[in-house]
């Protein structure tokens, strides 16, 4: 669909998500939103009152419609042209050093006195009524 060679009547039928992906796809370039919005109220012969007062909703359809990608520098692009690259960065997780190994296998020597018995962590016991139930026992309601 080319856009720029269609009727007035025929763009209005059109969202104007529906333009800026027209635009963006054909044109095969990034854009700011207020760039975008220019071109689509120039195609649409909107007054100067029309822009502003359409601008705002232009620019939260963009944020939801799953086409655009809004890009770092305050532009946009359709999605279809990025891909999605995922990096798990677990390296603080699993950054330890020999020193560390070697100082807790020493310390595991070492014997420690620990108070199992001690509640400290648990005044507030909610679990203290229940009990633990065999699957094979019947009960009677």
Known sequence: MNI???KKEELELLSYTDIAYEILKKEK???????LFKEIASLLEM???EY??????????????????ALSNGEWDLKERHSTKIVIDDEDDFDIELDDVEKSEDDND???????????????DDLEDLVVVDEDEKYDD
């Open 110 to 124: 070492k014997e420690e006195d620990v108070d199992f018995d001690s509640n400290d962590d648990f005044e507030d």
């Open 29 to 35: 370039t990034v854009k700011t939103t207020v760039e």
């Open 4 to 6: 720029y060679k269609m």
């Open 52 to 69: 502003a007062s359409t601008i705002g909703d232009f620019y939260t359809t963009l944020t939801t419609d799953k086409r655009f990608l």
């Open 47 to 49: 007054s100067d009152e």
